[in-house]
């Protein structure tokens, strides 16, 4: 019977009346009876109890903490659409006491791995000296076949605790068995009761589950006396190691080309460096708080990290050129006084006189814009004499009034250069030459019957 359980032991898959049905095959090979299937059954369950003797651990107060995900999941609905979406609920739990905490999450990624056992230390109040995980992605490196490697990431999480992470064993849930209790304890009374609640916000969720969790911790033990807390804090509490003096901040790293506006985009948020970095490459540290760029080593720029809508610009004055850095937007009194001044002072000026009579300043953007577009039309001299006659003369600037000034600051110019005709050789007037010039031939030859020249 032996070497069937061992067999069912290295494949799940197998099952008991397989084996019987085998066994059946051998006995009437060797001439035997066979037992019913019963009976079979039972001596199948007697040798795989015997085969399965278990030991049990003594965990040292404080030494351990196992931290597994839930495999059951809970939900939170969207208030508009009525969508639901899945709540992924993280359990680290301290052996000796038998003290738990969970809460619950939106994913299963690294952040949510992490953030979820700093929030665990800061309610157990102090780090456990081995975290336990199950082997999941967040917690070890797979690159490596038979080979288990914490991922460098959680290596450096565990450093910044003074802790030392080291995973359970692959297929062996009975290395974990305090933690696989726990889990089956926050799917019976937190994730169980939860599915037949409707939750609005993870918030509302974390609420509920921090309610259960308190009443398991202070239950009293069925089979002993205290209760998680009591034990804890009676007994475990003292030999956890202190919290750090900081929070641990999870960074990553990205590369990023700075765009001509002088910002550089992350996860849709646009960040400014220096101008003088336009066209390069530069590298962003990213932290839950902070976006720290840098180039060639050091520290170029350094944003509060935005959140929410996409697209937000965060911006700092320094990072502008100089002809950027006085006006605040396309469309500000700034940049027109500004662009009306370096073509000349009476057309900055114009520009300041057409802003001052408008009750919304806003109004006057318009004229701002198309005055000083006129230097491109005619010439910026001839812009600023108009622009300077309609100043001297009191006469509000517009459009029109200063597109007419140089219209006939122009014909003014015209009549004012004299007209020195020399008459042509041969004499005569000067318009009967122009007339007879050239090799043309006059409208008489073309008529027909015309003469032929």
């Not at 230097?375 to 600023?384: D, F, H, Q, R, V």
């Not at 122009?410 to 020399?422: E, F, G, M």
Request: hydrophobic share 35%.
């Amino acid at each position: 019977m032996g070497p069937f359980v061992e067999r069912r032991r290295r494949d799940r898959r197998l099952t008991v009346k397989m084996f019987w049905m085998e066994y059946c095959i051998q006995a009437a090979s060797a001439g035997l009876m066979a037992y019913s299937y019963q009976t079979f059954c039972e001596m199948f369950s007697d040798e795989a109890e015997r085969l399965g003797a278990v030991r049990h651990f003594r965990h040292e107060p404080g030494a351990k903490a196992f931290i597994d995900w839930a495999g059951d999941t809970a939900a939170v609905t969207d208030r508009l659409t009525g969508a639901r979406s899945k709540v992924y609920v993280l359990v680290v739990c301290l052996p000796f006491s038998d003290r738990f905490w969970a809460q619950g999450f939106t994913d299963m990624t690294q952040h949510s791995w992490q953030e979820g056992q700093m929030r665990a230390f800061e309610e157990f109040g102090g780090v456990p000296g081995m975290p336990v995980p199950d082997n999941a992605a967040t917690a070890t490196d797979r690159s490596a076949a038979r080979v288990t490697l914490v991922n460098r990431e959680y290596e450096r999480f565990a450093e910044h605790y003074g802790t030392a992470v080291v995973p359970a064993r692959v297929g062996k849930p009975r290395d974990k068995s305090v933690a696989e209790s726990t889990v089956n304890l926050v799917e019976r009374w937190v994730i169980a009761p939860a599915n037949e609640t409707t939750f609005y916000t993870l918030d509302e969720f974390n609420e509920f589950c921090e309610g259960k969790v308190d009443w398991l911790n202070s239950r009293p033990f069925s089979a002993k006396e205290g209760s998680r807390r009591s034990v804890y804090e009676a007994e475990e509490r003292a030999c956890m190691q202190p919290l750090p003096a900081e929070r641990y901040e999870m960074c990553e790293w990205r590369s990023a080309k700075v765009s001509p506006d002088y910002h550089i985009v992350i996860d849709y948020m646009r960040y400014s460096v220096p101008h003088a970095l336009i066209g390069r490459s530069v590298d962003a540290r990213l932290t839950d708080s902070t976006v720290t760029v840098m180039h060639d080593g050091a520290v170029v720029a350094e944003h509060r990290r935005l959140r929410g809508r996409k697209g937000r610009y965060s911006t700092i004055v320094d990072h502008m050129p100089p002809a950027h850095a006085a006006m605040d937007s396309p469309w500000s009194p700034e940049r027109f006084t500004s662009r009306a001044r370096r073509i000349g002072p009476q057309t900055g000026l114009a520009i300041e006189r057409v802003m001052a009579d408008r009750t919304i300043v806003e109004r006057s953007f318009v004229p701002c814009r198309n005055i000083p577009g006129l230097s491109k039309t005619y010439t910026p001299e001839l812009l600023e004499r108009a622009c300077g006659r309609l100043n001297e003369l009191g006469a509000l600037p517009s459009y029109t009034a200063v597109r007419n000034a140089i219209l006939a600051i122009k014909a003014a110019d015209r009549a004012a250069v004299p007209t020195h005709a020399t008459p042509p050789p041969g004499g005569g007037p000067l318009e009967d030459r122009a007339k007879n010039a050239g090799r043309l031939r006059g409208a008489d030859a073309y008529r027909r019957g015309g003469r032929a020249c």
